[in-house]
């Protein structure tokens, strides 16, 4: 983690920060990250999948940027605490006159690898996501997001009927049916119940 803290300084979401009910900060806007792109990942940090960013300069990903008082990187950090806080001023494309510093939450290189079944990604934090680009960015911000985040052919564990995310949220039966159409869209496995049990 960066060891400062900055008194004007904003952070770029790209997964559940994007879902503003998951956080207390008012002031957050859409933003786009360029030479970033978005992947699942499992780290010894934590027992399930998590969305990371890894460098590429040929990618772009839209996403929620929002300032943080320095009083509240420690509760940040704590939230995302299997990542590094990585400076990307630079890289975040937004509508503010000020250029603020800007930060992006990233596991580090060589302490993650691709989800199984031992260590999986979540139906109730993909449903978080979701409905977080549902929310800022509409239903052809919710399918970007689907279609620009890497390693879809990770196993997924329906956890719905008992969430185990613990920011995880009720989903309208329209949100619902979006994020299975495009589960299958994009190839992902979801865990049959006997697949699961190993849990």
């Not at 300069?57 to 990585?86: F, K």
Request: glycine share 6%; net charge negative.
């Amino acid at each position: 983690m960066a060891n400062s803290n900055p008194t004007e300084a904003y952070f770029f979401g790209y997964g559940s920060l994007v879902n503003r009910n998951t956080h207390v900060y008012a002031d957050a806007r859409p933003a786009r990250l360029e030479s970033w792109t978005r992947v699942w990942r499992q780290t010894d940090l934590r027992p399930v999948a998590y969305l990371t960013v890894v460098p590429d300069e040929t990618s772009q990903i839209d996403g929620l940027m929002a300032a943080v008082p320095a009083s509240g990187w420690a509760e940040l950090d704590l939230r995302e605490r299997a990542y590094d806080r990585v400076a990307a001023t630079h890289q975040v494309r937004h509508d503010l006159c000020a250029k603020p510093q800007v930060v992006v939450y990233s596991i580090p290189d060589g302490k993650h690898g691709q989800p199984d079944q031992t260590c999986p990604v979540l139906l109730s934090y993909i449903d978080v996501v979701a409905q977080g680009y549902l929310q800022v960015f509409g239903e052809n911000g919710a399918r970007a997001f689907f279609k620009t985040t890497q390693g879809w052919d990770s196993p997924v564990r329906d956890d719905r009927a008992a969430p185990i995310y613990p920011r995880h949220q009720l989903l309208s039966d329209y949100e619902r049916g979006l994020v299975d159409e495009m589960l299958i869209e994009v190839g992902a496995r979801v865990l049959s119940k006997n697949e699961t049990e190993i849990f």
